[in-house]
């Protein structure tokens, strides 16, 4: 990227953590994908555009499982020589009584047409800083609460010092996009910076409001950090500390999500149910859905590439023609997707005790480990779950995902599932893979012939796996939240788990087996006949997935909105009325 005095930068884009090649060990999961194809997008539309994030060198965690099938976790280091190339300065940022130097990696993503978006990586791990400060951008997640404070700041004023040292200022940043809470010190300093430019709080206020845009991406409680004050104080330069608005003490505490909101001109949520969930979180603010999409050409397999090049040969530069894929002849959408299948129960045989069969209807269940999201609904009856599908036909189910190292429940989640996996025999076989990655992932959207997913309603913000499975042409079966209820045409796209509830809590009995009762009457008397029986009919919905979601839920339309909802009506103060609702 060109930097000189004349050079503006449409979006300055911060997250937590980007997902930019699997061996790259700098994600989670959703959230850091979502960051790494919006960032390959945003190359794609030529805008000009950076990324900033931390290195994470020692990755976020790696998981084996051992012969109980505990989660057995451990650093996933990375060799960032390898794919980096390390800038001649180093930025300095303040941290309690000192500061603290971070050296800058990049990596350039080339988009499909030839233009760059440089992705920009912190790293503490400098000679001249303390032993403790060289680990602050070590781990993705990990410490303690005090550690993740000071990660927060590094990517919020360190972003902001880098910035400056690119020589983009405010007044060259179109947006500054804070991708989650984590960022929340941007706005906080950037008002800081500018006040005294502004004869009025409320005009300081507004010029803010008109450079920053914040996407909220969950509404469970450990997705909305929050910091003793006493440790913000500790930690944060007294005159930022001072300027941080009542609004976002919470008993005694920091809430970066609450920070974020005051000081952001347009805030964003991931999908149109997750918008009335964050206004009812969060009342006096106005919240735009942008529902997510996942990025075509990453994550459509190799062999469906060669198919639409045939058939709609603009797809890779208009997603939206995924809609001709209907025209697409039968045999041809059947053989490529049994074609990928195959490759995937090979690779699934050389972990699995129960031998997996290409012929056999293949369920596939992969994503973070954690209560919310009910990995083992699908499993909570077996025995019934045979007798229901055995004048059908078989069922198999891959697993696949990690919890966090400190959320003992996922780990109790995963644990029991791989000991269904070695105990249960009959009609139904199961397999837990390890280490689910990228590359994994991008196996299992494409070579499962349906993808589950099972959250708690009003938990799931948005999940995007089922959209990239919709790129290979796979169905969806899930509970109706997220992006899901916008996709969802019963028997045409997919199918649906329960009903449309308003409310549900984890605790909620009735729920759950209602949701259970529902989802196996959909397997054994809907899916399974259709798949096994009427093998045209279940290629018709494999096609209207393609058509229908593949068409809508892509990066490039949600960039479209972005750019029509949020970026542009910043720069040319459309968005008053929500800088006057924030305040």
């Not at 990453?298 to 809609?323: A, G």
């Not at 959320?407 to 025999?425: N, P, V």
């Not at 589950?452 to 290979?472: R, Y």
């Amino acid at each position: 990227m060109k930097k000189n005095k004349d050079k503006l930068l449409d979006v300055a884009y911060f997250s937590m953590e980007v997902a930019i090649r699997s061996d790259m060990s700098t994600y989670s999961g959703g959230l850091g994908v979502l960051a790494g194809d919006t960032l390959k997008t945003i190359a794609d539309f030529k805008y000009s555009a950076l990324g900033i994030t931390l290195l994470h060198e020692k990755g976020y965690v790696g998981q084996s499982l051992d012969l109980a099938g505990k989660q057995v976790s451990h650093c996933e280091m990375w060799n960032k020589e390898e794919y980096l190339t390390k800038l001649p300065f180093t930025i300095d940022v303040p941290l309690s009584d000192h500061n603290v130097s971070c050296a800058v990696w990049q990596y350039d993503i080339v988009g499909q047409f030839g233009s760059t978006v440089p992705v920009y990586f912190l790293d503490s791990n400098v000679q001249d800083n303390t032993e403790y400060d060289r680990t602050l951008t070590s781990n993705l997640y990990g410490g303690d609460s005090f550690y993740r404070l000071c990660q927060e700041q590094i990517l919020g004023l360190g972003g902001l010092a880098l910035l400056e040292k690119l020589k983009f200022n405010s007044q060259k940043v179109r947006v500054y996009h804070l991708n989650e809470g984590h960022a929340s010190f941007v706005g906080l300093s950037l008002y800081n910076k500018v006040k005294d430019d502004f004869s009025t709080h409320n005009e300081a206020m507004d010029y803010i409001g008109s450079k920053l845009a914040f996407t909220t991406h969950t509404p469970v409680a450990a997705g909305h950090d929050r910091f003793s004050l006493d440790d913000v104080k500790r930690v944060l330069p007294a005159d930022l500390f001072e300027e941080i608005p009542k609004e976002a003490k919470i008993e005694g505490r920091l809430c970066m999500t609450r920070l974020s909101l005051h000081f952001s001109g347009v805030v964003t949520g991931v999908a149109k149910t997750h918008e009335k969930v964050t206004e009812k979180m969060f009342p006096k603010y106005d919240v735009i859905p942008v529902t997510n999409g996942a990025y075509h050409m990453e994550w459509t397999h190799p062999s469906f590439k060669k198919l639409y090049d045939e058939y709609i040969p603009e797809w890779s530069y208009d997603p939206s023609t995924f809609r001709k894929a209907i025209s697409i002849p039968d045999d041809k959408i059947w053989d490529v997707h049994i074609q990928i299948k195959k490759d995937l129960i090979e690779y699934v045989n050389k972990f699995s005790v129960n031998k997996f069969s290409d012929d056999v209807c293949t369920l596939g269940y992969a994503r973070r480990f954690t209560s919310y999201k009910r990995p083992a609904l699908v499993l909570a009856d077996l025995n019934r779950l045979e007798e229901m599908i055995s004048s059908v036909g078989c069922l198999q189910i891959i697993f696949a995902g990690e919890a966090h190292p400190k959320d003992q429940k996922g780990i109790e989640l995963i644990k029991a599932i791989f000991q269904k996996t070695q105990e249960h025999k009959g009609k139904i076989k199961m397999v837990f893979l390890e280490d689910y990655n990228m590359d994994m992932a991008t196996k299992l959207v494409a070579g499962v012939d349906i993808w589950l997913n099972t959250p708690l309603q009003k938990h799931e913000a948005s999940g995007t796996s089922g959209m990239k499975a919709a790129f290979n042409a796979i169905p969806h079966l899930s509970v109706l939240d997220g992006w899901w209820p916008e996709g969802w045409i019963e028997g045409v796209t997919g199918w649906s788990i329960g009903t449309n509830m308003n409310e549900a809590r984890l605790d909620n009995k009735d729920s759950w087996n209602s949701e259970v009762t529902d989802l196996y009457d959909k397997l054994a008397n809907k899916i399974l006949p259709l798949y096994y029986q009427d093998r045209l009919g279940f290629i018709k919905i494999m096609k209207h997935a393609v058509a229908l979601n593949g068409s809508y839920f892509n990066t490039y339309r949600m960039m479209n909105e972005y750019t029509a909802k949020v970026y542009f009506p910043l720069k040319n103060g459309l968005n008053k009325e929500a800088v006057a609702k924030n305040k």
